[in-house]
């Protein structure tokens, strides 16, 4: 008669689907995974064929001098034509705006979600005194 999801035949006939249809099929499929895993584990492990290059303390050295030797040179490619020697030093001295206002302003207050408001009718009805006193009475 009942044939809802909540009633007994229904759920005794799943259980029974889970036990003899769907377990036997999740066994197998965990058999078949272990095995795998099993396969997988006893593999020896790759080598890898990249080996690290050992730096001795005199080659970092002589990189480092390198590159030191690089920076100091100067290269003769730049082109730059200095006019007198004040107009070179207002050239090398960056502006710095000592009132510079900070891009982003600290908010102050409460910090709450504005929320978008529901329109209000603006049309009020007066309360008549006679009605409300005649409700009362009754």
Not at 39 to 55: F, L
Not at 121 to 137: D, M, N, Q, T
Request: glycine share 6%; net charge positive; hydrophobic share 30%.
């Amino acid at each position: 008669m009942a044939k809802s999801s909540r009633s007994s035949a229904i759920k005794g006939n799943n259980q029974r689907l889970k036990k003899n249809v769907f377990g036997p099929v999740e066994s197998a499929r965990a058999e078949r995974l272990s095995a795998k895993l099993l396969e997988i584990a006893a593999q020896p492990k790759p080598q890898k064929d990249v080996e690290m290059e050992v730096v001795s303390e005199g080659n970092v050295l002589s990189q480092t001098m390198r590159w030191l030797s690089r920076e100091l040179i100067p290269c003769p490619d730049p082109v730059v034509e200095v006019k007198d020697g004040a107009s070179a030093e207002k050239e090398e001295t960056m502006e710095v705006d000592s009132g510079a206002k900070p891009t982003a302003k600290a908010s102050h207050g409460k910090k709450r979600i504005e929320k978008r408001r529901g329109k209000k009718s603006s049309i009020v009805f007066p309360k008549y005194g006679e009605r409300k006193s005649i409700r009362k009475k009754k």
